[in-house]
T-cell receptor, first 115, second 115 residues
């Protein structure tokens, strides 16, 4: 069975600092992994995804994530935080191999960015 | 591309009443998903359609819940005899399932409050 654990429900960084949001997963099949962002009063938006191939995945808004099979992790990073990055971030794993619609989501990490 | 549209944005109802939500997906998308999100949690899968066929229902979806997607276009989610535990954000997402690149596009959700 698939599951996702996001370490830390709240993360606070200063503007310009490194952003690191942690995600660990378990999956009985080769995982498809996703990061979604949710801004207030908006729908979830896909930041990036890993399916197969290159383990370092680049997404929108300068975010990237690295798939580490040995650590069952898919942490999200951004070298320099911007005020506009303040939002809720969700890590997710696909339930069905080779499909990206039926997902198990983590509980989310709220990112705050201090000026 | 006008995105995924959900109506209403907010619904307040009394316990025991029936409610219906509507989702209009992106027009060329053949799959439509319903998720539920409670405060402090990530979205949970409820059900999904490919065209007009309902392919799967989660065990979370009791017999008070019914979803339809007539003609494979818009979808409705009805909750009968609402309970306070049904209070949540109901999210709709659509995707094009075909090549190995399924990507969900979420609507802004319908916030249900059961008094």
């Amino acid at each position: 069975a698939q599951s996702v654990t996001q370490l830390g429900s709240h993360v606070s960084v200063s503007e310009g600092a490194l952003v690191l949001l942690r995600c660990n997963y378990s999956s009985s099949v080769p995982p498809y992994l996703f990061w979604y962002v949710q801004y207030p009063n908006q729908g979830l938006q896909l930041l990036l995804k890993y399916t197969t191939g290159a383990t370092l995945v680049k997404g929108i808004n300068g975010f990237e994530a690295e798939f580490k099979k040995s650590e069952t992790s898919f942490h999200l990073t951004k070298p320099s935080a911007h005020m506009s990055d303040a939002a809720e971030y969700f890590c997710a794993v696909s339930v069905i191999y080779n499909q990206g619609g039926k997902l198990i989501f983590g509980q989310g990490t709220e990112l705050s960015v201090k000026p | 591309d006008t995105g995924v549209s959900q109506n209403p944005r907010h619904k307040i109802t009394k316990r025991g009443q029936n409610v219906t939500f509507r989702c209009d997906p992106i027009s060329e998308h053949n799959r439509l998903y319903w998720y539920r999100q409670t405060l402090g949690q990530g979205p949970e899968f409820l059900t999904y359609f490919q065209n007009e066929a309902q392919l799967e229902k989660s065990r979370l979806l009791s017999d008070r819940f019914s979803a339809e997607r007539p003609k494979g276009s818009f979808s409705t989610l009805e909750i009968q005899r609402t309970e306070q535990g049904d209070s949540a954000m109901y999210l709709c997402a659509s995707s094009f399932f075909g090549a190995d690149n399924e990507k969900l596009f979420f609507g802004s959700g319908t916030q249900l409050s059961v008094l």
